[in-house]
């Protein structure tokens, strides 16, 4: 009837003979929405005499299922090995595509980070210049310019990263690298009141300290090379001074020996230990903007604000 022949599968009878060894074979079929599990019998051939006889091979007629558009059971299920196989197969070749991918992205950032070392430690020796080359026509005011513009947003070094200190560094190398002739001393801009914009020293920046005893005020250097002096004060909180004898070793470079201590503005004097001592190289001078290195790595960076100023009197 119609509602037979429009179920989901269809039935066809098909006898096989007795001789014919009728193989069962396991397979599934869907059954509105349901699996159910039946068995099939094969017959290994086909022959004229094979479909002469109505018996089946029990003695009694045996019912083979095929699936809808004529698909076998047996097909069936080859059909379904071989797209198991194919996506097993596609699975597989997409990890080890996958795999390859990622390790090559791998590979590739791997690659990308030693590159960026590289370059660091380049600029870092001055075998390559950072973003201001000075043979490119760039004007040393440019280079002045990027250099303080950096500088002023790291609290005078006290908040700078390793990154940030990286970069002042190059900044500065590519200003210092614009006087061939290290004459500092020699220098009529030498002489005056410098303030101190940005160290790396941390004993100047007291950041052993609380933030509330470190110097919130300005810092200044006076040098007065021709009396071989120098003395340094600070402002808020303590006003901190102390004053040097300078003794030249180069024409940019001195010996710095300290003398005395001072707190609040020279109300309290200490006299300085044999023991406190350094060593100061001007790589960089001119009337506005002046670069020196300690002998402890430590990068200064001042401006001037009193050219006129000196030492004629020891404090």
Known sequence: NSSQRNHS???????FRKKDRATPTPFFIGTQGRKMERFAFRAPSSSPSSS?????????????LRRRFGTTTNQSHAARRDNKSTRGQTTTTTM?????????????QQKSSEVEETLRSMQ???????????????KVEDMKGAL???ISTVERGAV??????????????NVENTQKRKNALESKFINGKWELMYTTSASILGLSKPKLFRPSGPIYQTIDAKNLRAFNSESAPFYNQVSAELTPTTKSSVDVQFKKFGLFSGL????APESAKGKLD??????ELRISRGDKGNLFVLLMRDPSATLDVEY
């Open 9 to 15: 599968h269809t039935l066809s009878l098909s006898f």
């Open 52 to 64: 002469s006889s109505s018996r089946g091979c029990f003695g009694k007629e045996k019912i083979v």
């Open 96 to 108: 080890i595509r996958a795999g390859f991918l990622e390790e090559a992205f791998e590979r590739a």
């Open 124 to 138: 870092k020796k001055s075998l390559l210049p950072s973003s201001f080359p000075t043979s490119s026509g760039v």
């Open 148 to 150: 303080l513009s950096k």
């Open 160 to 173: 700078a990263t390793e990154e940030d200190k990286e970069e002042i560094d190059a900044l500065a190398r």
């Open 268 to 271: 309290i004097k200490i006299n």
């Open 282 to 287: 001007t790589t960089y001078v001119d009337e």
